[in-house]
């Protein structure tokens, strides 16, 4: 019988989860329709709504990081050019 993965309950950290083998809902369809259709985004939720792990996601895509995203569908059917960008994230957390 199949182990099933852990839920990354709390974390906000894409490479953990990615690197840690936990469950990860595949948004990267999404991303990359929304980088190749448009211009500027403003993302704002509620609180707990998986802001940070979605900013997580797109700095490891920018950085090039494919391997994180293996098995994703953006490595399997995107046509994601595995570049690196400068990325700036500003957290108001802190």
């Known amino acids: 019988m199949k182990k099933l993965q852990k839920l990354p309950i709390g974390k906000s950290s894409f490479e953990s989860i990615r ?55 953006i490595v399997q059917q995107g046509e994601w050019e595995w570049k690196e960008y400068p990325v700036i994230v500003i957290d108001f957390n802190s």
């Open 19 to 73: 690197e840690r083998n936990e469950l990860y809902v595949d948004k990267t369809r999404h991303f990359y329709q929304m980088l190749e259709e448009g211009d500027f985004y403003f993302i704002s939720r509620p609180r707990r709504f998986g802001k940070s792990l979605t900013v997580s996601t797109l700095r490891c895509l920018f950085q090039g990081r494919k391997e994180l995203f293996d098995g994703l569908w």
